[in-house]
């Protein structure tokens, strides 16, 4: 088995670099200065106990490599780009029955991915994660650095669920095999909704209601939508005490994935598919989500004009949705 990492950046590294110490044979596939940066250096590597320079291989387009039946393809990158990687992976694998494994936030990547391949798995990612330069990535949580349940799309289990599974369990992560795995990214997809507040406020005591009202009206679209997902207690007992993070250090910036993108200033953001897939549950159901489409909007807008993370007063924000 083959892991490829598609989008080798916050998680998709992570996820790498954690694979290639466990001796698992992987490849990453990175764009611009941070492929530049991983082929003439290697990939750096933080976490709470060490900072490693790795020798992973990496290219910079699927076109570059030659894929087989035993390859697994991990999706790293961002929703709105799933798209168009999607279209060049199943041009450079159109003769191999490779597994793609969609390692993101939302719920939308393994619908796109289902056009093109007929061994998707979805995965929900607990993973906290940083990258801010080239050539650099971060674990934030320990005494493992993430949690991928996964499972196939929409629903069930093979053995080749259980055998990726079990080759992520070598590395420094935790993977359980689910046949349920859109029950639990529905719950992941109601977090990330707080994502919007962070890139916006920062990290301001505002956000806890900004976000208290996102998660509201994802509950109530999710009901009316008749889509089941996993409770506050069934995640929190999934997680434990598994994922437990260092207080910040002097100069030390953290923030969601959301707000990484503002801060690397990307000039493009996940919500649309995190808020956004509220706002046209909403629209569908006609049930009101007035919060998440104003944190899409507002997202969007900033991620357009290079606005910084935290450039936005929370009192502002709460005014505009009062």
């Known amino acids: 088995m083959r892991f ?61 490599l030659t894929f087989t039946d ?13 798209a168009a990687a999607l279209g060049e992976l199943s041009a450079a694998a159109s003769t191999a029955s490779i597994a793609v494994v969609c390692a993101q936030n939302g719920v939308e990547n393994e619908r796109l991915a289902s056009r093109w391949f ?6 929900c990612v607990m993973c906290p994660t940083g990258h801010l330069e080239p050539g650099v990535v971060e674990a934030y949580a320990s005494p493992i650095s993430g949690l991928l349940d996964l499972g196939r799309y929409p629903a069930g289990l093979d053995d080749r669920a259980h055998a990726i ?12 095999a689910r046949d349920d795995i859109m029950r639990w990214k529905y719950s992941k997809l109601i977090m990330n909704l707080a994502n919007a507040a962070n890139a ?53 910036e953290r923030g969601s994935s959301t707000w990484q993108s503002l801060r690397r200033g990307t000039g493009s953001v996940e919500t649309d598919y995190l808020n956004g897939e509220i706002a046209l549950l909403g629209r569908q159901f006609g049930v009101p989500t007035p919060v998440n ?3 899409q909007r507002l997202c969007a807008e900033h991620a357009r004009l290079g606005l910084p993370p935290g450039s936005l007063d929370p009192a502002d924000l709460l005014a505009q949705l009062d």
């Open 70 to 82: 035993h390859d697994v393809v991990v999706l790293g990158m961002k929703t709105q780009h799933s």
């Open 4 to 64: 490829v990492i598609y989008g080798a950046g916050a998680v998709g590294g992570v996820i790498g670099a954690r694979l290639f110490q466990a001796d698992q044979n992987v490849v990453l596939i990175a764009r611009g200065a941070h492929h530049d940066a991983i082929r003439d250096n290697g990939l750096r590597f933080i976490c709470h106990d060490d900072d490693v320079v790795l020798p992973v291989p990496v290219v910079g387009h699927p076109s570059e």
């Open 165 to 176: 599974a079990t080759a992520i369990g070598t590395a420094a992560l935790q993977s359980v």
């Open 293 to 295: 489409a104003l944190l």
């Open 200 to 252: 916006l406020c920062g990290s301001s005591p505002a956000n806890a209601e900004i976000s208290a009202r996102a998660r509201a009206e994802a509950e109530a679209v999710l009901r009316a939508a008749n889509i089941d997902f996993v409770s506050i207690a069934e995640d929190g007992e999934r997680r434990g005490n598994l994922l437990q993070t260092k207080p910040y250090g002097p100069g030390t």
């Open 118 to 123: 007929a061994d998707v798995y979805a995965v």
